[in-house]
């Protein structure tokens, strides 16, 4: 009998997505620590909601920070306050249409 976990990975759907409060943007955060392991169009990653509420406005993001290279984006990070999740697995961005292919990987 095997008993060794199996990774898996599942459509991301906004509510598995961690938030991180800040009180500023320049606030620095281990996404190890806070983030969701993901894979991003087949990278690994980790994502949060970077959440920041000053008292008079809240202004949120996303953060995507990437452990493997990504050619779109060569330092590794991805931030923009411009995204939805309206399908399980796609994270919309930006003004353009583009879209990432979001998996969430998990242990079963």
Not at 78 to 102: A, C, D, R
């Amino acid at each position: 009998m095997n008993l060794k976990p199996k990774a898996m990975k599942t459509p991301l759907s906004p509510r598995l997505i961690p938030v991180v409060h800040v009180t500023d943007f320049q606030t620095k955060v281990n996404p190890i620590e806070v983030g969701l392991s993901v894979l991003v169009d087949g990278r690994k990653a980790f994502i949060y909601e970077h959440m920041l509420n000053d008292g008079f406005y809240q202004r949120e993001k996303i953060v995507i920070q990437f452990s493997e290279k990504h050619p779109k984006f060569a330092d590794g990070l991805f931030q923009t306050k411009y995204y939805e999740i309206n399908e399980p697995g796609k994270l919309s961005w930006g003004h353009k249409g583009e879209v990432m292919n979001v998996e969430y990987l998990h242990v079963a």
